[in-house]
């Protein structure tokens, strides 16, 4: 099953990787960043030495972002990012796992102090959840 881990963040300034920005994490003792930032660093390593990483990317600052949406009968292209956000997505990881509960391991550990993490099924191929 495929999931997408989205990272959303609001580091000020935009940088990644986002826990270096992120007021929340530089307030942890630095042991306990260093901690945390092992435990990701190796589950990235085992999703990649097991096939369950497909891919990920950080994404640049959000205020060099384009918003397109529907407007009398046509794309509308406007500055982004959403107004009335603070977080902002930061970051995507696709991973192919046996099921939801590999997923939902793995997403705990991709959370961080000031970030928010949301997982998604995937949708394609075939236009269903899976």
């Known amino acids: 099953m495929k999931y997408v881990v989205l990272i959303h963040s609001n580091p000020q300034p935009w940088g990644h990787p986002t826990g270096e920005f992120v007021a929340e994490n530089q307030a942890l003792p630095a042991a306990e960043r260093a901690r945390l930032n092992a435990e990701f660093e ?13 891919t990920g990317e950080a994404l ?10 529907w407007k009398d009968g046509g794309p509308l292209a406007t500055d982004g990012p959403y107004s009335e956000s603070k977080e902002h997505l930061a970051g995507f990881f696709l991973i192919d796992v046996s099921g939801p509960e590999r997923a ?25 959840e899976g």
Do not use: K, Q
């Open 104 to 128: 939902r391991e793995i997403a705990r550990v991709f959370s961080g102090p000031g970030e928010t993490v949301e997982l998604r099924p995937a949708m394609w191929p075939g236009g269903e």
């Open 42 to 54: 190796a589950l990235l390593g085992e999703l990649h030495e097991n096939g369950e990483l497909v």
């Open 60 to 69: 640049g600052d959000p205020t060099t972002s384009t918003l397109y949406r």
